[in-house]
């Protein structure tokens, strides 16, 4: 099977493009499952019931956050009640939300999603390490398909966190830095990984910020809004190739899509 994970999507921009794109991706690259992570896409921090719904409609079947879940309090109940949602798993057990998913490929296999934070540079948080050891072991053993997005600032704790799941993961993709690496690779074991998957929006911008925003108050000290930036805009993420029996991933590749790629992805459906 064929799962493609998109990286952080920003803004109603970002929302937009993946709405564009996502039914076209499914069927040129015969996807099984496509996993989201959505912690900044409205607004540029945060996620409302609205949005969430408006992503899974456009055949996102997951959903995974970061450290900015929190941010609107009106999606606590949809991380309480829908199945298609996860929170970080090392946040404290009364945190609104699920520490893992599992939900359904087009070919009926059930599919573990899991989110985790990182904690260099990061806000507090449990361990990482002792997090994703606890889910792991509540997970079905008849669940062989195990998605992990690690969603963490330093490339040494996404790189150590791929070498702890080798070989009981499908794959761990990092987030939340917003640019893509170059790094794709599959383990000895058989976990496919990349430092991090990049942004899905605006990328003529400071990622995702409006330039002269950012630049304005880095230099001056003077506070402004970090308005979501509307140009450029591009779905970043990456596809890996499962081995539905074992679990483990055969390939791995980056996929980029630009808008101008848009209207000829759309016009392949027709």
Sequence with gaps: MRILHIGDIVGKVGRDIVRDVVPALREKYNLSLVVA?????????????????????????????????????????????QPNIVKPANYPSSAPGKDFAIVQSKEGL??????????????????PWTAIDRVLSQIPSDVKIRCVDFHAEATSDKQLMGRHLDGRASYCLGTHTHVATADEQIFPRGTAFMCDVGMTGPHESII????????????????????VAKDDVRLNGAIVDVDSQTGKATAIQRLQVRENEVKELKKGME
């Design 37 to 81: 992570n959505a912690e900044n896409a409205c607004g540029g921090s945060g996620l409302t019931p609205a949005a969430h719904r408006e992503l899974i409609d456009a055949r996102v079947d997951c959903i995974t956050m970061g450290d900015h879940i929190y941010r609107r309090k009106e999606l606590n109940k949809t991380l309480e009640s």
């Design 110 to 127: 059930r599919v573990a999603v899991i989110s985790v934070m990182g904690r260099v540079f990061m806000r507090p948080v449990d361990c």
């Design 208 to 227: 995702g910020r409006r330039i002269d925003r950012v630049l304005e108050t880095t230099i001056t000290f003077r506070p402004t809004l970090f308005d």
